[in-house]
């Protein structure tokens, strides 16, 4: 109870942690947008993709799931300044593991719902091509 009690204050104070660190992390905030234009390549927020995201961001990036609500509004407040392309930019110098992950990440969103759309697909085959990542890369299992 105490403990809760602080974290709200403390959250008052600072804001909230997982939404703080998707603020401060560039490469980070521009992975979770990606992904956002992914649930959102096929004209429809499926509730399939929107676990898959959030199942990512607490799995893969530590994202508390209390957080994600406030991280989701920080990407819509803070998302239309950055394109994809810029996002994507972000990536070409990071090691080539990581931007496997980024392209894993958004197939794992596109296939959530059992259904590939044509925007799905062209939005990650141009994804990878930007990376310089194999299609082959997304379906083999990260070692």
């Known amino acids: 109870m105490v403990t809760g009690l602080?974290?709200?204050?403390?959250?008052m104070f600072e804001g909230d942690p997982g939404v703080r660190k998707v603020a401060d992390d560039p490469v980070l905030s521009a992975e979770l947008l990606l992904l956002f234009r992914m649930i959102l390549a096929d004209g429809v927020a499926s509730e399939a993709e929107m676990i898959a995201f959030r199942r990512i961001c607490t799995e893969a990036f530590?994202?508390?799931e209390g957080s994600i609500d406030g991280v989701i509004e920080y990407l819509n407040e803070f998302g239309y300044e950055t394109n994809g392309s810029q996002a994507i930019a972000m990536f070409r110098d990071l090691d080539v593991e990581r931007r496997r992950q980024l392209a894993r990440h958004m197939a794992e969103i596109a296939k959530a719902d059992a259904h590939l759309a044509e925007?799905?697909?062209k939005l990650l085959r141009r994804t990878l091509d930007l990376l310089g990542i194999s299609p082959v890369?997304?379906?083999k299992p990260a070692t």
């Open 119 to 121: 925007n799905e697909v």
């Open 137 to 139: 890369d997304v379906v």
């Open 62 to 64: 530590g994202i508390a």
């Open 6 to 11: 602080l974290t709200q204050i403390l959250n």
